[in-house]
């Protein structure tokens, strides 16, 4: 028999028969194409559990978290520099921003979907959710695997309008990291406007009534959108 390599992809174990966070051993043996001696028998074989010959492995059928702490949800906010979060997994920690994904959508007064960029970022897209890597295209994000904590640059918001923000991400198992499936969301109103307030009592000068000889109950009006 010659050196060469070798691969199994059929009657291997399926997803509903392997547990997640269980350890596998494996271990293969090898029959040579030597002259079998006395006749009837095999080739040298090759014994199980060698060193080389084995390998154990950690399932991992389980997706990552990944949540939304700023903005919070149902918030009327007047500024957003930053959008931040955590997300982790049990089995097989996130180590890069590039895991997480986060999509930006406006609800009302319009309902166009975020292009992914930051400088110029419009919400011009169609067919929402659209998921952007946090570290790509000048948005700027990080990770830390330390902490966990994300964050993200925001594109310019209009004031008034409400917003929707998803965020998913992949773990590290290997070949290719588990996808959330439970995607977290922060719905919130961005409004930069400020609110009206006027003094109605006194009155300004130079009106007559301006001029007082007694102290009088300042009062006046204050209204805001929101």
Not at 85 to 102: H, K, M, R
């Amino acid at each position: 028999v010659h050196q060469t390599s070798w691969s199994l992809s059929q009657s291997l174990p399926s997803n509903n028969q392997l547990v997640s966070g269980n350890s596998y051993y494996l271990t293969t043996s090898g029959i040579d194409d030597a002259m079998p001696v006395p006749p009837g028998t095999t080739g040298n074989t090759e014994p199980f559990f060698g060193a080389v010959r084995a390998s154990t492995f950690t399932v991992d059928l389980v997706p990552p978290v990944a949540v939304i702490s700023t903005p919070i949800d149902n918030a009327v906010i007047p500024s957003l520099a930053k959008i931040v979060g955590t997300a982790d997994d049990v089995l097989a920690p996130l180590t890069l921003a590039g895991q997480i994904e986060v999509a930006i959508g406006e609800l009302s007064t319009n309902t166009g979907c975020w292009n992914g960029a930051v400088a110029g970022g419009k919400f011009t897209a169609t067919g929402c959710t659209i998921f952007y890597a946090i570290n790509t295209g000048g948005r700027g994000g990080t990770y830390s695997a330390a902490s966990k904590f994300w964050d993200m640059n925001v594109p310019p918001l209009t004031t008034q309008f409400t917003y929707r923000v998803w965020v998913r991400a992949r773990d590290s198992a290997a070949p290719v990291g588990n996808l959330a499936t439970a995607i977290s969301t922060v719905t919130f109103i961005y409004n930069s406007d400020f609110p009206g307030a006027a003094i109605t009592t006194p009155v300004g000068l130079p009106a007559n009534a301006a001029n007082l000889n007694a102290g009088v109950t300042v009062s006046g009006t204050a209204s805001d959108n929101f």
